[in-house]
Structures are given as structure tokens and as C-alpha cells.
């Protein structure tokens, strides 16, 4: 095969930016760099490095990323920026979201190509807690805890929400722990208790919290031991 097409198969590379690639001597097979993309390859008997990167060992991606308020947690989007236009990543089109947050949502968002864990992270079969904080217009007061943790009847279902956790920090904010990801959950729990959302952040999912070293917009790979903490 021609070094040029596989290395088009493995990234997000056009044939044009891998011939710039090849001149600029990002391409080596094994220690050679390559300069003709037209250069036959066995990728079987020798790594093909780009930028130093070996291409073809397809090991699954797991990020997080700290969204900002205007982004759209989608794959793409013809008119508004998504967070997978915030990735500097090759591939871009495998990456999924592991559960989505509203455009003016900040916080925690998970990012996989490995679609089995994205399932282990968002099927509601597998109770993984959300944890939300949360602003408020109204008077937040105790009664709303219980009426949080018995469920509440979201306008349009006919089911109530699983046992939820709410700790009021102060009169406008709190903290909620959903274990479901219905559609504009959170907002549509506190409208069922006559309140509105003015802001919603997403500080941890499972046992995976954001990183505090993440700025707005900013993103990391997970650990080993973040990835697995989903594996489990
Ligand atoms: N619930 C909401 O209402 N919005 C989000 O973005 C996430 C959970």
C-alpha cells in the first residue's frame, strides 16, 4: 500500500497535507523519513511515525474536557462551535460524546472512541452518578431535598425520577446528584419544583471529577485509572 493512502485511512489527513507533511519530514518509516508519499509500505513490518507518533496501533482515546457556556456538545454542527472543535486530535470522526450537556452548561464533559465504554458511562443501567451545581433564581428551602430524593413527575413523562441527592449550600446554589440523563434533566427537575436554572455545572461524573487544572475550554486525556474506573 502507498504510504500516502494509509496514513489518509489511519488520520484526519487529506493526500494534500500529507504531501506538505512528507516535505516538511513529519513521516518516518521506522528511522527513515519519508519524503515521497507515494513510497510503498507494509505497516505489519515496520511503524509508520507522524510527528513521532506511531499510526496504525489503534488504541481506544478517553478525554475530559472543561466546556464552556456556547459550545454544543454535539459531533458537529453546521452553524455553532462543538467540543469536538475544541480537540486538537487526528480522527476527530470516531470521537463521541459520553453524555451531553446543554449549549449554556459548563463543566465535565467525556470524550471516547471506544463506544462500549461510552455505553458503561451513560446507559442509565449502570446508576453511574452525575454531579451537578447548580444555580437558582428562587429560594432554595429543605422541603425540596425530600422531594428530590421520593422523585419528581417531569413535565411529559409519566414516570417519576430516580432517588436524586440535593445539598443546598445557600439560598441560590446547590449540589445534586442524578444517577439518569433525561433530556435537560436538571432544569426540568427544579422547573417540576417551580424554580428556574440560571447556571449548571458538571463537576464529576462517576468517580471522575474535572480536573481543577482545567481552564474553560481546555482538555486532557484520562488516567488509566479514570478510564478504568468505568471498566469495572
Ligand atoms: N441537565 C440539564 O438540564 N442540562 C444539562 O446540560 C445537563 C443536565
Request: charge should be positive; aromatic fraction near 6%; hydrophobic fraction near 35%.
Amino acid at each position: 500500500m502507498r504510504i500516502d493512502k494509509f496514513i489518509c485511512a489511519m488520520t484526519d489527513y487529506s493526500r494534500s497535507d500529507i504531501k506538505r507533511l512528507a516535505k516538511e519530514g513529519a513521516i518516518r518509516i521506522g528511522e527513515h523519513i519519508v519524503n515521497d508519499t507515494s513510497t510503498k509500505i507494509d505497516p505489519s513490518a515496520s511503524p509508520i511515525y507522524l510527528f513521532d507518533n506511531p499510526i496504525g496501533s489503534i488504541k481506544p482515546r478517553f478525554f475530559m474536557l472543561n466546556k464552556p457556556q456556547g459550545i454544543i456538545s454535539a459531533t458537529n454542527d453546521g452553524h455553532h462551535k462543538t467540543v469536538i472543535d475544541l480537540l486538537n486530535e487526528p480522527k476527530k470522526s470516531k470521537l463521541q460524546i459520553a453524555g451531553r450537556l446543554d449549549k449554556d452548561t459548563t463543566g465535565l464533559v467525556l470524550i471516547t472512541d471506544d463506544g462500549q465504554w461510552n455505553h458503561c458511562v451513560t446507559s442509565p443501567n449502570h446508576h453511574s452518578l452525575k454531579h451537578y451545581k447548580v444555580t437558582v433564581d428562587k429560594p432554595l428551602d429543605d422541603s425540596l431535598i425530600q422531594q428530590f430524593k421520593s422523585g419528581l413527575l417531569l413535565n411529559g413523562e409519566t414516570k417519576k425520577t430516580r432517588e436524586a441527592k440535593l445539598t443546598i449550600i445557600d439560598a441560590h446554589h446547590a449540589e445534586l446528584f442524578i444517577s439518569e440523563g433525561k433530556y435537560h434533566q436538571v432544569k426540568r427537575m427544579f422547573a417540576a419544583c417551580g424554580n428556574h436554572v440560571t447556571a449548571l455545572h458538571r463537576h464529576a461524573i462517576g468517580s471522575i471529577q474535572l480536573d481543577p487544572n482545567l481552564e474553560l475550554g481546555n482538555y486532557r486525556p484520562l488516567t488509566q485509572h479514570e478510564v478504568n474506573s468505568f471498566n469495572d
